[in-house]
């Protein structure tokens, strides 16, 4: 089973709007990690956030880490349609990471 | 291009077969990690080396193995293929055996299509 579930799992917004993405976990974590994929290409390293870190910005992306409720948003800002994409967050101690199921994000021009 | 190179990109076989997968780890990088990403199961840690050695197991069936070569390239080899193992093969890689602040880099799949 997946340690991360993403909310929701489709998106659909126009160009110039904010997409956000929300993230919910089960256990106790060092740190989560979004990625991007493309359509059925490799997945794309976004942004790092650690346990002890409520909000971190990359650029239009901002990232926010709620531990008491084990939940972590993605914000972006200014879509683009370039932005399209899946998106999933993971969380993983040690060496391994665990995915969510990811959202399929869709900005339409 | 991310630096990690997986090779094939596509493959067809049928079922019963064995293939081999390839993936050259990012420049420096020394440990490899394997995943599986199919529509019904998800994004599946399969095995992690590092160094050359076996670091950690996931969901990786008896049918599949890997290994890591002293030249850091790892091949993950998967037979008597079913149906069920139709699925995207990730490689990723990373510095550190527990990938980092900048997270891990994968390559582009290798698409596994069993018929």
């Known amino acids: 089973s997946q340690q991360g579930e993403e909310d929701p799992q489709a998106l659909s917004i126009q160009e110039g709007e904010n997409a956000t993405m929300n993230c919910s976990y089960k256990?106790?974590?060092?740190?989560l990690q979004w990625y991007r994929q493309n359509s059925g290409r490799g997945l794309v390293h976004l942004i790092l956030i650690r346990s002890n870190e409520r909000e971190k910005h990359s650029g239009r992306l901002r990232v926010t880490l709620d531990t008491s409720k084990k939940s972590s948003s993605l914000l972006i800002t200014a879509s683009r349609a370039a932005d399209t994409a899946s998106y999933f967050c993971a969380t993983g101690g040690g060496s391994r990471l665990t995915f969510g199921e990811g959202t399929q994000l869709t900005v339409n021009p | 291009d991310s630096g990690v190179t997986q090779t094939p990109k596509h493959l067809i076989t049928a079922t019963g077969q064995r293939v081999t997968l390839r993936c050259s780890p990012r420049s420096g990088d020394l440990s490899v990690y394997w995943y599986q990403q199919s529509l019904d199961q998800g994004l599946q840690f399969l095995i992690q080396?590092?160094?050359?050695?076996?670091?950690a197991k996931g969901n990786i069936l008896e049918r599949f193995s890997a290994q890591q070569f002293p030249d850091l390239h790892s091949e993950l080899n998967l037979s008597s293929l079913e149906l069920g193992d139709s699925a995207l093969y990730f490689c990723a890689s990373s510095v550190f055996p527990t990938g980092g602040r900048h997270g891990y880099t994968f390559g582009s799949g290798t698409r596994l299509t069993v018929v």
């Open positions: 256990t106790s974590i060092n740190n």
């Open positions: 080396y590092y160094n050359g050695e076996e670091r």
